[in-house]
């Protein structure tokens, strides 16, 4: 099936910034639409960002802020995140990107990112 081990979280200040890496194995992660999604503390797990190939898509709650890219070379796929607030406060995973991703039954164990001052 694969494995993903999410990574780069942490504490920082709003207006900061976090690169997150996830790595990747296996077939389903190596050639397929990748995507980053996050889960704040009491709320649905919800989409963040994804790249088919070259292509890259974003919510609006992060868009201009965030920027999703992908190392194939390296089964690894990248979310740099800057400006950060408070609200951006979760756990972050990455995963494969499908339309119907709510029903992916395997999850790494995510990173952690908290911004507070």
């Known amino acids: 099936q694969g494995r993903l081990l999410e990574s780069g979280g942490g504490s920082v200040q709003p207006g900061g910034s976090l690169r997150l890496s996830c790595e990747h194995s296996g077939n389903n992660f190596r050639f397929n639409a990748m995507a980053w999604y996050r889960q704040a503390p009491g709320k649905q797990r919800e989409l963040v960002a994804r790249?088919?190939?070259?292509?890259?898509a974003y919510a609006d709650f992060v868009k201009g802020r965030f920027t999703i890219s992908r190392d194939s070379a390296k089964n690894t796929v990248y979310l740099q995140m800057d400006n950060l607030k408070p609200e951006d406060t979760a756990i972050y995973y990455c995963n494969q990107y499908l339309s119907n991703w709510s029903g992916l039954r395997y999850w790494g164990p995510g990173t952690q990112v908290t911004v507070s001052s």
């Open positions: 790249i088919i190939r070259g292509d890259t």
